[in-house]
Structures are given as C-alpha cells and as structure tokens.
C-alpha cells in the first residue's frame, strides 16, 4: 500500500514538474524539504500526530516553507498533510526524486570499499559508469565497509556487481564444502 501512495503522489508530482518545466527547480527544492525533515525529525512526527489538527499542520509549514520554495510544493504539502499521508512523505519525495533523476538520465550508484579511495579513483569509477552504462551524469554514494577485505561491491537500481574478496572467499567456501571427500 505504501509503494502505491509513493508512486501516486509522487508521478502526480513529476507531472507537474514536467509540464511546468520546472524539473531542475523541483528537484533541488524537494531535496531540500527532504533534508529538512531529515535534520528535522521531530517535525515529521508533529505531522503525523493524531491530535494535531490539520490546518495548525498547515500552517506550520507554510510558516517554514513559504519563501523558501516554489509556491505548487507548499500546496503540494498540503494536500500530503489534509490527506493523511505525512507517514508516507519520505517515500513520495524519493519516488519523486528517483523519477526526475531518470528522467533527466541521472544514475544513481552506491559503491562500497573497505576503505577510503583516492580522488582519482573515484573520478575513474564514475567515467567507467558512464561509460557501461546509458546514464548521462553519475551521483555515486561511497561508503566504507572493511570486512569486504578488498575489491568493491557496486549497486545501481537492482542490479549488484560484488568483487570483493569476502564474497569470493565465500563463494569458495560454499564450493569446497560441496566436494565430496
């Protein structure tokens, strides 16, 4: 039910932002609403409280918002809010988020290593991905995991290509332990 809420609002939400041709304007608002909630989490639970009552929710966000973002996402919040669905809001903004980064043909990579890489191998990754794939930009999220040992473990949508050490060794585990002796 909650994919379904998610990919609702937030296609209602590409749309608009497709037919305004506000992609590019849309995109890093709703990143930072995104962030405001994430630095903010009391502020999400105050729109999820039962005894709140909807307009005093409304108002508040206009109070925070108005200024700071287009004029149809504070309407947009409103609706999300006199709808009930401020549960839900996380996931909507990152359908969002997701559908305007494909659109535009922005990857999306999470590359982990069991240790800090140098600039330049960074740089070197992300042409790669360029280059093996149909994306036009990258935006790779790094992340440190050392009980891989070595190699990397990259993730990009459902697809997942792990060389590293750990999962070889484990391969090899899982073969030797079918030989029969």
Request: net charge neutral.
């Amino acid at each position: 039910m909650a994919k379904l809420i998610s990919k609702t609002y937030g296609e209602a939400l590409f749309e608009l932002a497709v037919e305004e041709e506000k992609t590019d304007v849309m995109l890093e608002e709703i990143d930072g609403i995104k962030n405001v909630f994430l630095d903010n989490p009391e502020y999400l639970k105050f729109l999820n409280h039962p005894r709140i009552p909807v307009e005093e929710k409304i108002k508040t966000t206009e109070n925070i918002f108005t200024e700071r973002i287009d004029k149809q996402l504070i309407g947009f919040l409103g609706i999300i809010i006199t709808k009930g669905r401020c549960e839900n809001l996380m996931e909507i903004l990152d359908y969002f988020l997701d559908r305007v980064k494909g659109f535009k043909g922005i990857g999306v990579a999470y590359v982990t290593t069991p240790f800090e890489l140098k600039k330049e191998k960074k740089e070197a990754i992300c042409k790669k991905l360029l280059a093996t794939t149909s994306y036009k930009e990258m935006e790779i999220h790094y992340a440190i995991k050392p009980e891989l040992l070595g190699g990397m473990q990259i993730r990009i949508g459902d697809r997942v290509v792990d060389s590293s050490i750990q999962t070889k060794l484990n391969q090899l585990q899982r073969d030797l332990l079918k030989l029969q002796v």
